[in-house]
């Protein structure tokens, strides 16, 4: 069984930059699609973005151009470089794997082993 742990989060001005990361144990996970996805308070979990076992990448319209997700199979780790931060970007990120065989990439239904997650707050 995989276990992730996400870092890096933090309080950051609006335009800033923060780089998380999501380090898994247990397993290596150089095989599998992984996921980013966050959430803020009141709100439903949202798709951030993933990296497929061949680094293809993916990313939701409200970040594409701005975040950059990863991989570092050496380390058993998945990156998340955000820049250009905006006060929307405030939420709780986790990370994940997406399931074996899963076919929508952007439902967080489609992943398992979540992280605890890392607090994000942007402020204007």
């Known amino acids: 069984q995989v276990q992730l742990v996400e870092s890096g989060g933090g309080l950051v001005l609006a335009g800033g930059s923060l780089r998380l990361s999501c380090t898994a144990s247990?397993?290596?996970?150089?095989?599998?699609?992984m996921g980013w996805f966050r959430q803020a308070p009141g709100k439903e979990r949202e798709f951030v973005a993933a990296?497929?076992?061949?680094?293809?990448?993916y990313y939701s319209d409200a970040v594409k151009g701005r975040f950059t997700i990863s991989r570092e199979n050496a380390k058993n780790t998945v990156y998340l470089q955000m820049t250009s931060l905006k006060p929307e970007d405030t939420a709780v990120y986790y990370c994940?794997?997406?399931?074996?065989?899963?076919?929508?990439?952007?439902?967080?239904?489609?992943?398992?082993?979540w992280g605890q997650g890392t607090q994000v707050t942007v402020s204007s």
């Open positions: 994940a794997v997406r399931k074996p065989g899963s076919t929508y990439r952007y439902s967080p239904e489609e992943y398992a082993n």
């Open positions: 247990g397993r290596s996970i150089t095989g599998y699609a």
């Open positions: 990296i497929s076992w061949t680094t293809n990448t």
